[in-house]
């Protein structure tokens, strides 16, 4: 075969985590005399609206979406990984991730360094926590620390951050004590519908990727209902490859905690799934997943954990945009195209995240715009396309389908459109508002059997 | 800078041969008591139509389209060829390029080994030949081992060559005598209108690179008018490249003899300009070009033809798609994708040719068909639509054309068809005929000035 040819990249840090037990009789074992703690949503330092909840975390430690990662992070982790962005093993990580805790709860629980703390999840066991450190934190610095501010990362970050930066509200609303240490599922959670049939561990992603024969795999970070304009980033993107284009396309959604405004999650991912049922991407060539996780729209650092995750799904490319995982203006609107093309020192990248040692294998493919042109008749390419062209507006989409019009079959699909009004007649409204976001939090997206 | 980078390769062979003398004064010095021969067309073994000019190869090879040829191939060059596509310097070349003469005009010219032969064209001194060797051919040997057959090419080959192939045709009307030996250009010939402003030789088309600030550039072969698949080929194959899509689409037409019932040459060249004047690709990403060279349609050895001539421009990638430069059933329909992903060992490649030793620089994107989804209400890619599609069939096309009748606009850009018409009106008919052949192999797409 071809040198030129790209194979699928190790996972990220060499191999997969993968800290699930699901022999029963083993769990409940392990579990023997524990003291347990319920997992409850982070609530908003302010309003107490959620914000967050840490199972996520542990789900997506625990399958391997993050992997090297494997539990919550010690606290010369969490200073090294905001320093230089790489763990305590030399791998790139970008983000601190603990299970924090109040101190009243620390003080009712009573557990030391040596304990071992068992997670319960909608009143049933969840995970076990493996205490290797009990420690504080500064929950507003940790918040400023994570993203980066203009002085220190000139490069990118062209505001500091505030309340307004919904990633900067999550860390800022931790609670000061921290509970460090290995997380293990012993009661393996039961994706609901329709979120079920797109759960795509690493492993299980890796394998349907060999049943699939797809060698070369190019990723697409979404957390919106796909319009054509998203189609076409998709389909164009893919044309990337080695000596063919790739011969997947892996939709990967963010699950997690919904902006006001947002569309609902099953909305975003039976939306995609449209798209492949309806014949705009072939089935076989198109696989929509999950991944569960409340954004921290970090921009650039967000990009180095979607590389992490589709890494380790088994991903060859991923695709990134301008104002990748963006929020307002707080970083560069090409801050994530940079890391991956020439790096930023401030922020540990000497060089892109791909060059550095320790770094990521899977390759970006970054993109411009896309919208439609009246004189090519299709969704053009901002770099190819001389035309004079409206730009695609998510917001004016999203306007058009608040007011109940059916956007024209040229921006969005009929196929997605009917999805779009199938949750809104579910949910009352074609968006989340603070209701969905509240109860969602109170459901989640599994739930748990008795172990 | 990232390791993903792609970088413009070097010429093929290391540097390009460039054998234009462009003071006249030394020019005439060379000449100076050289016996002259008027170059003449080669004519078609039996019927006596022009089918090829040597004009075009020397200047193909001065100007180092061909690099690293330099001139009229040694028996023993041409031998080394046909058995293992390789030059007697090691370099890949698929194909024999020889001066061709036949026993009358030898023995009129009465030549031998160390002598400088003068070779006009029009009437005008246009390049020397120092001739280190004189042999004898088997034309039809040469054709029939030019191009391999089922038994000894079992890979590609399905069909055993014969005079319905036009490639065959070209080197079974070769003369039996061969003037070996080193090519210089010592007359420039001026490219006529509209050919001039396309004309792009290896060192301007690479200046022109910088310029444009080209870092990676994929050449779209054509010998077509394009029609919006075209067109969609060109911008889909674009978007491979390295960490953000290639910079530039280079368009290199092969201008030479055409068969009956292709576009003429002019409306091949503006034709493919319409598409950037119209906007539909923008003109800073896409530049037309020519190559001179009459298409041997050796499918799979005309792609490595294509690569090296590509490569010694500058692109860093080059666009295959079924049935390259074929014609017939000769080959399969894939081979020249076989020959760039796996190699075919017969023809000298145990591995794709930028594996070999030797071998060439410039990547392969291997592309399947495009055509019109009233579904997706666009080109659609094979491998990307799942809806019911018509073929685009391109003889379908042409016999709309044929009709006068104006072809859709979602088919034909109407910029495109006005060139197709504008040289209809001055040749007659708007595909090529005899007439056409034969007063261009006149006419030539050059001027000579006096020397």
Known sequence: ??????????????RLVERVVTDKKVARKMIQGCPTYEIKPTLHYE?????????????????????????????AEVERVLKERRLLNEWIFPYPLVFDISKDDLNKLGVTVGDRLCLTLKGKPFAILDIEEI??????????KTFGDPETNPEVVQQKFDKKHPG????????????????????????????????FPPRKAREEFDKRGWRTVINH???????????????????????????????????GVKRRGD???????????????????????????????????GNPLESL????????????????????????????KFATQILWTKGIPSFGFPAPPTEVPYGLKIRPQNMREFSYCPTCKEMAYSETCGHKREKLSGSFLRGMVAEGVQPPSIIMRPEVYKVVVKWWKKFGYPFCNE???INKEKELEVDLEDL
Chains 1, 2 share one sequence.
């Open 1 to 14: 075969m071809s040198g030129l040819l790209i194979e699928r990249p190790l996972p990220h840090g060499g």
């Open 47 to 75: 309003t107490g609206v959620p914000v967050r909840n840490v199972y996520r975390e542990i789900m997506s430690i625990c399958y391997g979406f993050f992997s090297p990662v494997e539990g919550s992070m010690k606290q």
């Open 135 to 144: 420690y504080e934190i500064d929950p507003e610095e940790l918040a400023y």
């Open 168 to 199: 900067w509200v999550i860390y800022r609303s931790h609670q000061p004590y921290v509970l460090a240490g290995k997380y293990t599922i012993i009661n393996e959670p039961k994706l609901k519908p329709p979120f079920d049939r797109f759960w």
């Open 221 to 255: 970070q979404t957390r919106n209902v796909p319009h054509v304009g998203h189609e076409f980033l998709m389909k164009c993107a893919a044309f990337t490859g080695d000596v063919e284009p790739c011969h997947g396309i892996l939709v990967n959604a963010v699950i």
């Open 263 to 297: 569309y609902p999650d099953e909305a975003i991912v039976e939306g995609h799934e449209a798209v492949n049922k309806g014949g705009y991407i072939k089935p076989e060539r198109h696989l929509v997943s999950i991944v569960l996780w409340d954004m921290r729209y």
């Open 305 to 332: 954990l979607h590389g992490i995750i589709r890494q380790n799904m088994g991903c060859t490319h991923h695709m990134f945009g301008r104002d990748h995982a963006a929020v307002g203006e707080y970083y560069d």
């Open 435 to 437: 209701k969905y976001v």
